[in-house]
């Protein structure tokens, strides 16, 4: 099957949905935070309703509205957007997948249920291969992620044949440190030209050695203009530059996970550096303290990623 789109690749960032302080979908800020995303971050697909975006702790139709609003936002303005589709059922993530395909989506994923767990590859691809059926026109893409779904096939081994069962199959968003497994979707599957995009942020550089043709993550809504710079040092083979922005990048979020680092902690650092209004996370998700994001706020001027535009951006290596 072919599609007109060209291959998904470069920097994805994983959206966060806006809510307001009462817990509701802030639907308006949306076509801010693609201007933003575009303008500001050079960052122009995205990965909607993930793990980011809160996407299990809403409700199906307020995922359909959130993947409208994005869609529409982003025409002419955006790449791709891809939505997730996931589900703890196939039902819902059919259904989903359809309203992407009816509402002019560039592609779907889905991560593995995991609650009722798929025990091997077969039962996996079984669940697979139905949501894809019910979006026929749109890439696939497989959004692995075992530390958070408990589904420890490996994506080597799911990769294998895929595109037998799921002609549709386009690609892998693969969240994981398990640099052999991707190493080998890469070996194995170079002459397929797959989008294998890494979801790892703080270990990209690592990731683009092995082979990886792009990168889905949170971090790119707000850093995404110094992970490109990283990409086109290693595009140019600078790798000792590549390797300076990897590791100023890695300063940054080793310091945030020692104080604990997640989705609402994500939505206090985007609203800080963009300045739209991201709010607090859905339940159980707690909303992030005012200490961390003071905490965060001097982390990211001390390494001049809130720096000022009279700054050039050699000077922060110099």
């Avoid at 968003?173 to 989008?195: E, M, P, S």
Wanted: with cysteine; aromatic share 10%.
């Amino acid at each position: 099957m072919a599609f007109p789109k060209k291959k998904l690749r470069g920097l994805v960032a994983a959206t966060i949905t806006p809510m307001t302080e009462n817990g509701e979908i802030n639907f308006p800020v949306i076509g801010q935070y693609v201007d933003y995303l575009v303008k500001e971050q050079g960052v122009k697909n995205i990965f909607v309703n993930g793990t980011t975006g809160e996407g299990l702790s809403l409700s199906i139709s307020e995922r359909r509205q959130v993947a409208e609003e994005w869609v529409k936002q982003g025409r002419n303005k955006l790449d791709q957007v891809v939505i997730h589709v996931g589900a703890l059922n196939v039902k819902e993530s059919q259904e989903l997948a359809q309203h992407a395909a009816e509402i002019g989506a560039d592609g779907i994923a889905v991560i593995a249920p995991f609650f009722f767990k798929s025990q091997n590859k077969d039962a996996l691809m079984s669940f697979l291969r139905e949501v894809a059926a019910a979006a026929p026109t749109l890439p696939f893409y497989y959004y692995h992620m075992p530390s958070v779904t408990g589904v420890k096939i490996r994506a080597e081994e799911l990769l294998d044949g895929i595109q037998d069962k799921i002609p549709t199959f386009q690609g892998l968003k693969f969240t994981d440190t398990d640099l052999l497994d991707f190493g080998q979707c890469v070996d194995q599957n170079h002459q397929r030209q797959f989008a294998l995009l890494f979801g790892v942020d703080e270990q990209l550089l690592s990731a683009l050695v092995m082979g990886a043709t792009g990168a889905v993550g949170s971090t790119y809504n707000y850093l995404g203009k110094k992970t490109n710079q990283m990409l086109e040092a290693f595009e140019q083979k600078d790798l000792a530059s590549a390797l300076s922005y990897q590791f100023r990048i890695q300063r940054f979020i080793n310091y945030v996970i020692k104080l604990g680092f997640g989705v609402s902690q994500t939505k206090a650092i985007m609203t800080l550096v963009s300045g739209i209004p991201m709010g607090p996370p859905r339940l159980p998700l707690q909303k992030a303290t005012q200490e961390f994001t003071a905490k965060a706020e001097a982390k990211l001027k001390s390494l001049d990623f809130l720096s000022s535009p009279s700054v050039k951006d050699g000077e922060a290596f110099s």
